[in-house]
C-alpha cells in the first residue's frame, strides 16, 4: 500500500495533528541524526518488539505459529550479524572476500569446544562469545596478512579457498571435531534473568539476538565514522594515494579482516548455543555466497542497508520459497520445488539488481551519489585509463565490486 | 629539526633504479636545502617522476641511498633475514618459559596459559613484521636490519607528495581527503571509536579540532567553503589545490610536488605560483618541484636540477641552468656541425 499525495493533503484537514507533526518531525529527525547511537537502539528495539504483534496479525499468523517465527528470526538474525560484519571488510576497506563463512565456523567451533560434553568444558557462555570473536579475529588477521598484495579478483580467490579449507579441516579432523556428525549436546547458554533457554521457548534466543545486533549496529557505526572508517575509505579509493598520505594499508586492512571476522565469530557461537550442534556442512560455500548477495542487495556500505538486505534474503529463504511451494500444492498445480531453485532464483535477483538498482534497497548517500553522479555526466569517468597511472606501480588500478 | 644549518634537508647519493635493461636513473647525487624551492626538469622520461617515487618511497632504489633530516631512509635493505630472529624468538623463549613453569608447578592450567602466552607472542611479532609499526622498526635497528621506508613511513617522517596524475578519493569529500592527509598526526585508535562517547570524547573532540584545521588548510590553497564537495565534482584547478591540501595535511617538512600547474590555464597558472611561494614564506616549507612549465620554474625556483636519460646533467641556479650548453642541448638537440 503506498501513501498517496491526497492522502497526505487529507490529513491536512486535521490541524491539530499536522500541527504536531510538524511541531515534533524535525526535531525528532534531528535527535535521531545527532544520536545514532540512540538511534540504532530504538531502531532496533521498535522492530524487535513490532515483529512479535506483526507475525500473529492475518495472513501471516496462517503461514506458522508464533514461536516458530520467532525461532525464524533469531536465525535470520544470525544472517544480519555475518552481513554487517562483512560490510566491514567488502563494503567499507573495499577487499572482495568470499570465504566469510569460515571464520563463522570458527567462531561456532570455538563455542563447541568451550562448552559441550564432547570437549568436557563448560565455560560461560559471554566468556565464549568474547573467546569466539577473538579466535575469529586471529584467523582473520592470519589470513589477511599474507593476501595483503592481492586484491580484486585474486583476493577473492584466495579467500573463496580458505572458505573451501575450513570447513574441509574440521571434516577431517575428526578425532577432535567428530567429523561428519559434527560436535553435538552442545550446552545452552546460562544468562542471567534469561532462565529458559530451550528448544521450545524461543524467547530467550530472540531477545538475546537483539541485544547483539544492537551492540554491534553501534560498534560498527562507530567505527565507521571514525578515522578507522575513513581510512577503510581511502583505502577502497585508492590504496597507493592512501599510502602516500600516510595511512599503513598493511593495517588498516588487517584490521578491516579481523573486525570482520570477529563480527562472524560472535555469530557463530551464537549459532552453535542455538542449534546445540556444529558440523561442517553448516559453512559451506553457499553461506558465504548468501551473506555477500545479502549486502549486495541491501545496499553495500550502508549498515541499516545490509541488516535489511540480510533479514529479507533470510526471509525470502527460509519462508517465502516454502510457502509458495505450500500454496502451489494447495492448488494442486504442477511446480517446481522452489527451494531447490533458490540459488538461481538469487542469481536472477542480483542480475536484476545490478540492471536497475547497482546501489542496492537501501545505499548509502555515498555510493548513491557515487553511483550516479557517473550517470549524470554521461562519461566513463569511473574508468581510469592505463595512462593515468603515470609512472607508479601498475598493480595499483583499482579493481573494484 | 637540523641542528647543522649547513646539512641539507635532503640528500641522496648515487641514486640508481633499473627496470629490467633500462636505467631510468643512473647515479644520482642530488640535495635540497632546508627551506629552499627546489626544481626538478628535464625531457619527458629522463627519469624524473622515478626519482621523485623513489624519495617518497614507492619503489627502492637499486643502488644508492637517501638521508631526510640526517636519518637514512630509502636504501637497499641490508641484513634482512637476521628479522627472522626478531619473529620467532620471542615466542621461542615464552614457550621454554611456558614449559619450565609447567615442569616447575605441574598445573596444567599453568602449561595452556603459558602456551597460548607464547602463541600469541609469535602471532603479534609475526604481525609486526607485516605491518612494521615504529617500535618494530626501532628494534630492527638495534639487530641491525635496514628496510627502506615505506611511502607511510615517509608521511610520518615529514615527506608529503602530490601525483602528476591526480589521485585524489574521488568519492570522497575535499574535507574527508584532508583529513585523510592528516591521518598520521591523528590518535585515535579503534579502541577510542568504539569507546567513543560523552563521557570519553577522546575521539569526537580530535576528530573536531582536526575538522577544523582541514577547513584552514583548505581556505589556504583557497578553496574555503568547498570542504563538502565531492572531490570528483571539483574543477580540474581545484582538485590540484585540493591534492596539494590533502598532502599538507600531515604537516609536512618536504612537499613534493609532481607538475602542480598540468593543464592549467594561464591564470591558474600564477595563482598556483603564488601559492607555492606563499607555502614557503609562510610556513617555511621546503618544496621540490617537479615542472614542464619553465615560467614557473624560473619565477620560483632557488635552485634547479636537470635530468635527462637518468642523468643528471646540470645543477644550479635557474640564470645558471638557462645557460648551461648541455640543458640546451637536452632539450633542443646538438646543434648540426
Do not use: C
Amino acid at each position: 500500500m503506498t501513501i498517496s499525495a491526497k492522502d497526505l493533503l487529507e490529513l491536512l484537514r486535521y490541524p491539530a495533528a499536522a500541527f504536531v507533526v510538524a511541531l515534533v518531525y524535525a526535531p525528532v529527525r534531528e535527535f535521531l541524526r545527532r544520536h545514532r547511537s540512540t538511534a540504532i537502539f530504538l531502531g532496533v528495539t521498535a522492530a524487535a518488539s513490532l515483529l512479535p504483534f506483526i507475525v500473529t496479525l492475518p495472513v501471516l499468523n496462517e503461514f506458522e505459529r508464533q514461536n516458530v517465527w520467532l525461532d525464524g528470526f533469531s536465525n535470520a538474525g544470525v544472517f544480519v550479524l555475518l552481513a554487517v560484519g562483512l560490510n566491514i571488510v567488502v563494503g567499507l576497506a573495499g577487499l572482495l572476500d568470499l570465504g566469510y563463512a569460515a571464520f563463522f565456523a570458527i567462531g561456532a567451533y570455538t563455542y563447541a569446544f568451550g562448552a559441550s560434553p564432547f570437549s568436557g568444558n563448560h565455560f560461560p557462555f559471554l566468556l565464549m562469545v568474547a573467546a569466539g570473536a577473538i579466535v575469529a579475529a586471529t584467523f582473520g588477521v592470519l589470513l589477511g596478512a599474507p593476501t595483503l598484495r592481492l586484491r580484486g579478483d585474486y583476493l577473492a580467490i584466495v579467500t573463496l579457498g580458505f572458505g573451501e579449507i575450513v570447513p574441509i579441516v574440521f571434516l577431517n579432523a575428526d578425532q577432535f571435531t567428530e567429523g561428519t556428525n559434527g560436535i553435538g549436546g552442545i550446552y545452552k547458554p546460562d544468562l542471567p534473568l534469561l532462565e529458559s533457554f530451550s528448544l521450545l521457548n524461543p524467547w530467550p534466543f530472540y531477545l538475546v539476538m537483539a541485544l547483539m545486533i544492537i551492540v554491534v549496529l553501534i560498534l560498527v557505526y562507530k567505527l565507521e565514522r571514525s578515522r578507522l572508517g575513513r581510512s577503510w575509505m581511502a583505502v577502497r579509493e585508492d590504496e597507493l594515494a592512501a599510502a602516500a598520505s600516510g595511512i599503513n594499508t598493511v593495517v588498516t586492512k588487517l584490521l578491516a579482516f579481523s573486525l570482520g571476522a570477529s563480527t562472524s565469530g560472535f555469530a557463530g557461537v551464537f549459532n552453535a548455543a542455538k542449534l546445540t550442534l556444529v558440523s561442517p556442512d553448516q559453512f559451506l560455500f553457499t553461506v558465504s555466497f548468501t551473506v555477500l548477495a545479502a549486502i549486495v542487495l541491501g545496499g553495500m556500505g550502508n549498515i541499516w542497508g545490509v541488516a535489511m538486505g540480510a533479514f529479507i534474503l533470510y526471509t525470502i529463504q527460509v519462508v517465502l520459497l516454502h510457502e509458495l511451494n505450500t500454496f502451489f500444492d494447495n492448488f494442486h498445480l504442477p511446480h517446481p520445488n522452489f527451494v531447490e531453485y533458490q540459488y538461481l532464483l538469487f542469481g536472477l535477483a542480483l542480475v536484476v539488481m545490478m540492471l536497475l538498482r547497482p546501489e542496492g534497497l537501501f545505499p548509502s548517500q555515498r555510493r548513491k551519489r557515487e553511483l550516479h553522479a557517473a550517470e549524470e555526466l554521461g562519461d566513463d569517468a569511473e574508468l581510469p585509463g592505463a595512462d593515468e597511472l603515470g609512472g607508479v606501480d601498475p598493480s595499483s588500478s583499482e579493481v573494484r565490486l | 629539526m637540523n641542528p647543522h644549518a649547513s646539512e641539507p634537508l635532503l640528500h641522496a647519493v648515487k641514486v640508481t633504479k633499473r627496470f629490467g635493461g633500462l636505467i631510468a636513473v643512473n647515479e644520482v647525487d642530488f640535495t635540497i636545502p632546508e627551506g629552499a624551492i627546489v626544481s626538478l626538469i628535464g625531457p619527458n622520461g629522463a627519469g624524473k617522476t622515478t626519482l621523485f617515487n623513489i624519495i617518497a618511497g614507492i619503489y627502492d632504489p637499486t643502488l644508492g641511498e637517501i638521508d631526510f633530516k640526517g636519518q637514512r631512509m630509502v636504501a637497499r635493505p641490508e641484513n634482512v633475514r637476521r628479522a627472522t630472529i626478531l619473529w620467532f624468538a620471542p615466542g621461542m623463549i615464552l614457550a621454554a618459559a611456558a614449559f619450565l613453569a609447567y615442569q616447575v608447578t605441574g598445573s596444567q592450567l599453568v602449561g595452556a596459559l603459558g602456551g597460548l602466552i607464547a602463541i600469541a607472542g609469535l602471532v603479534i611479532m609475526l604481525l609486526a613484521g607485516v605491518a612494521r609499526p615504529l617500535w618494530y622498526g626501532r628494534l630492527l635497528g638495534r639487530i641491525g636490519v635496514f628496510l627502506s621506508a615505506r611511502p607511510n613511513d615517509m608521511v610520518v617522517a615529514g615527506i608529503g607528495r602530490t601525483f602528476q596524475n591526480i589521485r585524489l578519493f574521488q568519492n570522497m569529500t575535499a574535507l574527508e581527503n584532508v583529513l585523510v592527509g592528516m591521518h598520521s598526526k591523528l590518535r585515535a585508535n579503534w579502541v577510542h571509536a568504539i569507546i567513543d562517547s560523552r563521557l570519553a570524547p577522546m575521539a569526537t573532540n580530535e576528530e573536531r579540532a582536526a575538522a577544523a584545521r582541514a577547513e584552514e588548510l583548505l581556505t589556504l590553497v583557497g578553496l574555503p567553503g568547498k570542504g563538502h564537495e565531492l572531490a570528483k565534482n571539483l574543477p580540474y584547478g581545484d582538485q590540484r589545490r585540493l591534492e596539494i591540501a590533502r598532502a599538507m595535511g600531515a604537516d609536512p617538512a618536504l612537499l613534493l610536488l609532481d607538475e602542480p600547474t598540468a593543464g592549467m590555464n594561464p591564470r591558474e597558472t600564477s595563482e598556483v605560483i603564488a601559492l607555492i611561494a606563499r607555502l614557503r614564506r609562510d610556513l617555511g616549507l621546503t618544496i621540490l618541484l617537479i615542472e614542464h612549465d619553465m615560467r614557473v620554474v624560473m619565477s620560483v625556483s632557488d635552485r634547479v636540477s636537470v635530468l635527462d636519460h637518468g642523468e643528471m646533467i646540470a645543477e644550479g641556479t635557474p640564470d645558471e641552468v638557462r645557460r648551461n650548453p648541455r640543458v640546451i642541448e637536452a632539450y633542443l638537440g646538438a646543434p648540426a656541425v
